[in-house]
């Protein structure tokens, strides 16, 4: 079975051609969808599109439990987790990839643990990100020559709405990019001791500038940044280790009470 999993969104489906479709049962109800299984460049990989097939479930229905928990009890060790953001800096502009290194959680009703009792566990979130996942994407992303930033705080929103400008004002003293996804989809995965990374791409400058969002300008950008993932995901996806080295794998060491 795969060992690399992706959550995003359709726009995977130009790299990724599935050979299978698995509906997966879980003990939190059903994932955004089958778990499509195929190859990038000869590796196995396992796809779950977040909003489903058709980009029906918003960011705050989405059974973020259920996804991360079909990925793992196929045998998945890595996720690689995609999000559409807006820049909250000058300099992260629309088009940009951004590696992400930390996040702040600004979300208010998600399920957001597998330990609900009775057994009671505080998981280490002090560097959510697999490091041996952001080096291969980072060095992919350069060796591909596209505007990329190395680091980059996610602060992650409840949504379905954008911002107000007045948060949009506060979340820029503290972050660099804003979005819907992230959370709590990179901490279910470091419960289950699974890496994960995510790749942002960066469609807007939010409602900090002086023009308002819309969904026609962030789904225009978000498609013209799709063929950059696609290539990233190409030439990244060989490039990760087969035996992982990193801490990921005894995140629930100690941390149980």
Same mark, same amino acid.
């Given at each position: 079975?795969?060992?690399?999993?992706?959550?995003?969104?359709?726009?995977?489906?130009?790299?990724?051609?599935?050979?299978?479709?698995?509906?997966?049962?879980?003990?939190?109800?059903?994932?955004?969808?089958?778990?499509?299984?195929?190859?990038?460049?000869?590796?196995?990989?396992?796809?779950?599109?977040?909003?489903?097939?058709?980009?029906?479930?918003?960011?705050?229905?989405?059974?973020?439990?259920?996804?991360?928990?079909?990925?793992?009890?196929?045998?998945?060790?890595?996720?690689?987790?995609?999000?559409?953001?807006?820049?909250?800096?000058?300099?992260?502009?629309?088009?940009?990839?951004?590696?992400?290194?930390?996040? $702040?959680?600004? /979300?208010?009703?998600?399920? #957001?643990?597998?330990? *609900?009792?009775?057994?009671? @566990?505080? !998981?280490?979130?002090?560097?959510?990100?697999?490091?041996?996942?952001?080096?291969?994407? $980072?060095?992919? /992303?350069?060796?591909?020559? #596209?505007?990329?930033? *190395?680091?980059?705080?996610? @602060?992650? !929103?409840?949504?379905?709405?954008?911002?107000?400008?007045?948060?949009?004002?506060?979340?820029?003293?503290?972050?660099?990019?804003?979005?819907?996804?992230?959370?709590?989809?990179?901490?279910?995965?470091?419960?289950?001791?699974?890496?994960?990374?995510?790749?942002?791409?960066?469609?807007?400058?939010?409602?900090?500038?002086?023009?308002?969002?819309?969904?026609?300008?962030?789904?225009?950008?978000?498609?013209?940044?799709?063929?950059?993932?696609?290539?990233?995901?190409?030439?990244?996806?060989?490039?990760?280790?087969?035996?992982?080295?990193?801490?990921?794998?005894?995140?629930?060491?100690?941390?149980?009470?």
């Amino acid at each position: 079975m795969p060992k690399i999993g992706i959550i995003g969104g359709s726009g995977v489906y130009g790299v990724f051609n599935p050979k299978e479709s698995v509906k997966v049962h879980t003990p939190y109800g059903l994932p955004s969808g089958n778990v499509e299984i195929g190859e990038i460049n000869g590796v196995e990989v396992a796809f779950i599109p977040r909003h489903g097939k058709g980009h029906y479930i918003p960011p705050h229905k989405v059974n973020y439990r259920a996804n991360i928990f079909a990925l793992h009890s196929l045998g998945v060790e890595r996720v690689i987790g995609i999000s559409a953001v807006g820049s909250l800096r000058e300099d992260y502009r629309p088009g940009d990839i951004v590696i992400t290194d930390q996040y $702040i959680d600004f /979300t208010k009703k998600r399920e #957001y643990t597998f330990y *609900d009792g009775p057994k009671v @566990v505080h !998981i280490s979130m002090a560097d959510p990100f697999c490091p041996e996942l952001r080096n291969v994407f $980072i060095e992919t /992303t350069r060796a591909l020559g #596209y505007p990329m930033h *190395d680091r980059g705080t996610y @602060v992650c !929103i409840e949504g379905p709405r954008f911002s107000t400008r007045a948060e949009s004002r506060m979340f820029r003293q503290f972050a660099d990019i804003i979005g819907m996804t992230l959370v709590p989809e990179v901490q279910l995965a470091r419960e289950l001791e699974m890496c994960y990374v995510n790749i942002s791409t960066i469609t807007d400058y939010d409602v900090w500038a002086e023009k308002p969002v819309t969904t026609e300008e962030v789904m225009r950008v978000m498609k013209e940044n799709e063929e950059k993932v696609k290539r990233i995901l190409e030439k990244g996806v060989p490039m990760i280790p087969k035996e992982r080295h990193c801490g990921c794998k005894d995140a629930l060491k100690g941390a149980e009470i």
